[in-house]
């Protein structure tokens, strides 16, 4: 029996569709007719996934973990907050996250999200930089931002911090942008780098992986010099604010979920899972069984992105995995804690290759 303790529902509003994002998205220019329509698409999924979960032999038990991603979660406002409230039962403690965009938020519908159990916030910033926000082709400005933190100013939230934007006419300085954020006292931080929708206008000033390199290991400095910890290829935590839902990604373990594209997973002992992801038209999902080898490749590529120490006989399925690492640790991709080695940020900046030295070698 897989027990379902995790829920990711995508909310796919947005209103302003920036010319980089790639995410399955809506604009939101008629509000009542489309969270109307959303809610209905929300009832019937919720019936279709009763029935998924019937056929796999899962069950809910109370929620640990919710997490409202988008799109722009903060669209919905009260009415969303209204049918989600009581949909599933949570646990006293259930981390519950919900995605803000700045200006495209109420004190209201905060509020009553808050009521219906948010208890962390993830702030879509990206930049401080008024040029690179234009650039960026994003619907908010500095002041909306600064306005949102300070509503926030006390809760649990984090901020999106994105690299590799296109390069404008001055340098960025991302580090001097993180002074201003820390100084409205966020608990977590998620970096991106730049992966843009096909035919992107701007793909021709896309810097170069040296420049976005520098970029990604001089935060990764900055954060860590003022507490943070880099727990994850893409994350830093104060200590006790790492993301609880998506640590369950990390870890292989299930989470459902609900909305269009929105992409499930349930744990199915060590050899098997089962992964599912919504169509956008209709409730109805795309299945994916994972073979035991896809799921020890998966199980590799997650490990190596987190900085949790692992060892090599972990993965029995790579061949040579200890010489490997020998390899690494000489050139202080990774260290080495006893007989466990943990990746460092040096390493994350070309995991990718890392991983293509893995696989091409079989």
Known sequence: MTIV????????????????????????????????????????????????????????????????????????????????????????????????????????????????????????????????????????????????????????FSVDFLLGAPQGLKNRDVVKELEELLSYGPKHLSLYILQPAAGYKLKAKIPDDEITSREYLAVSEYLRSRGFHHYEVSNFALPGFEARHNLRYWHGESVAALGPTGTGYFAQGKDKAFRYKWKPGRPEI???????????????????????????????????????????????????????????????VILDSLLDEIFSAG
Not at 105 to 110: A, D, Q, R, V
Not at 296 to 321: I, M, W
Request: charged content about 30%; overall charge negative; some cysteine.
């Open 286 to 348: 795309e299945p994916e069984y994972l073979t035991p080898k896809e799921l020890e490749l998966e199980r590799l590529y997650l490990r190596l992105r987190l900085s949790e120490p692992f060892k090599a006989n972990d993965f029995t399925g790579v061949s040579d995995f200890e010489k490997r690492l020998e390899n690494w640790h000489k050139r202080g991709l990774v260290l080495r804690d006893s007989a466990a080695w943990r990746m460092t940020p040096k390493a994350w």
């Open 5 to 156: 303790t995790s829920l990711y529902v995508h909310v796919p509003f947005c209103r302003h569709l920036c010319n980089y994002c790639d995410f399955y998205k809506q604009k939101f220019d008629k509000p009542h007719a489309q969270r109307e329509e959303f809610a209905a698409y929300l009832r019937a999924s919720m019936e279709r996934h009763e029935s998924i979960m019937q056929d796999l032999g899962a069950q809910w038990a109370p929620l640990e973990t919710v997490y409202f991603g988008g799109g722009t979660p903060s669209l919905w406002d009260v009415d969303g907050a209204k049918i989600w409230k009581g949909m599933l039962p949570l646990k006293a403690d259930a981390e519950v996250t919900f995605e803000v965009d700045p200006g495209a938020w109420t004190p209201e519908g905060l509020a009553a999200w808050e009521e219906a159990g948010v208890n962390r916030y993830s702030v879509g910033t990206q930049s401080l930089d008024a040029e690179y926000l234009r650039i960026l082709d994003r619907a908010h400005d500095r002041e909306e931002t600064f306005k949102l933190l300070r509503h926030l100013a006390g809760k649990n």
